[in-house]
T-cell receptor, first 118, second 109 residues
């Protein structure tokens, strides 16, 4: 079974530029998550989708971050304009269950996209 | 107050010893608790889940939960160098899985 795919793996941009990350979850997984992990910290949930609807985006900085899940499958996370503090690894994860995902707590993570903002 | 707090590391233990990791959480209504392992430069992977008070054992790992004290712990027995990683405590509440900052464990050969 193919895992969660993310791209690009690495991205370096200058502040105020824009960047987009792509995620393809495990086939059939209803719930998709984007987490931000800053070096030395635990993952912080940015947005959670169930199918193509948003379950939680309370910690997404909506003035600069946006995310969508196309047809309930792939997802894109965009940052525009980027700030220095956005330097982090952006982790996409999926789970087979619908909300509440915590019933199993088993999130399958992709390899992550490492963003460096200069 | 952070939702999930873990004891500060790093934690260094000799090979064969027990590593003890602690986690507290703020939402008394939390229902499900998990431990993830994250190797350096890699993504987190689930190693333990616990839902009711008491102990749960899986191989060399034992998770302990005390809901009254809002406390979760992970014991790693007979620690091996391959256990060297960051261990993340995760708590489910309000349809959201929240992670602690992690405790980095180094097992000395």
């Amino acid at each position: 079974e193919a895992g969660v795919a993310q791209s690009p793996r690495y991205k370096i941009i200058e502040k105020r530029q824009s960047v987009a990350f792509w995620c393809n979850p495990i086939s059939g997984h209803a719930t998709l998550y984007w987490y931000q992990q800053i070096l030395g910290q635990g993952p912080k949930l940015l947005i959670q989708f169930q199918n193509n609807g948003v379950v939680d985006d309370s910690q997404l900085p909506k003035d600069r971050f946006s995310a969508e899940r196309l047809k309930g499958v792939d997802s894109t996370l965009k940052i525009q304009p980027a700030k220095l503090e956005d330097s982090a690894v952006y982790l996409c994860a999926s789970s087979p269950r619908g909300s509440p995902a915590g019933v199993t707590g088993e999130l399958f993570f992709g390899e992550g996209s490492r963003l460096t903002v200069l | 107050q952070k939702e999930v707090e873990q004891n500060s590391g790093p934690l260094s233990v000799p090979e064969g010893a027990i590593a003890s990791l602690n986690c507290t959480y703020s939402d008394r209504g939390s229902q499900s608790f998990f431990w993830y392992r994250q190797y350096s430069g890699k993504s987190p992977e689930l190693i333990m889940s616990i839902y009711s008070n008491g102990d749960k054992e899986d191989g060399r790992f034992t998770a302990q939960l005390n809901k009254a004290s809002q406390y979760v712990s992970l014991l790693i027995r007979d620690s091996q160098p391959s256990d060297s990683a960051t261990y993340l405590c995760a708590v489910h509440s309000d349809y959201k899985l929240s992670f602690g900052a992690g405790t980095t464990v180094t097992v000395r050969a």
